[in-house]
């Protein structure tokens, strides 16, 4: 190693010569070199705090699904099963009991703020609707006549 570094000198040396006389024959401010005999120094190595050990997912600025798209679907959202004819389903990231937890708590709460695109009103819905609509006919009547 100290071999090395003696050679490395060596040339460094020769190569500072010979900038120096070519300088001189072109009358050009010769170039400083220095020799490093210390190894660069380790960048940083990164940690995460507490928080951020905690964080599973990263937050996109870009979602990858669009509002449209996740409103319609969210309503079908569910994990893969065996029963669906997966021969195996792995779960890497939590065990099968908290994937499913954290899977209902965020379609939980996707669906305050989003836009549900297909949502239908129900058959009791409608009746209720209809009851309502006829019974203001008759209250607008009545006031009408009064």
Do not use: N
Not at 26 to 36: A, F, G, S, T, Y
Not at 45 to 70: N, Y
Not at 79 to 107: C, S
Not at 118 to 123: C, F, M, V, W
Request: proline fraction near 6%; include cysteine.
């Amino acid at each position: 190693k100290e071999e090395v570094k003696e050679e490395i000198k060596e040339d460094a040396d020769k190569e500072k010569e010979d900038a120096e006389k070519k300088a001189k024959d072109e009358d050009v401010e010769p170039v400083k070199m220095e020799i490093l005999d210390e190894e660069p120094e380790k960048p940083p190595k990164a940690e995460l705090t507490e928080q951020e050990k905690g964080i599973w997912f990263r937050k996109e600025h870009i979602p990858d699904v669009s509002p449209f798209v996740l409103g319609s679907c969210l309503a079908k959202l569910s994990l893969p099963d065996k029963e669906e004819g997966f021969d195996e389903v792995i779960f890497a990231w939590r065990p099968e009991a908290e994937a499913k937890e954290y899977a209902r708590k965020w379609a939980k709460e996707k669906k305050i703020d989003t836009r549900l695109e297909d949502l239908e009103p129900s058959s009791w819905f409608r009746e209720r609707w209809q009851k309502w609509q006829t019974d203001l006919q008759t209250w607008q009547r009545k006031q009408v006549e009064f």
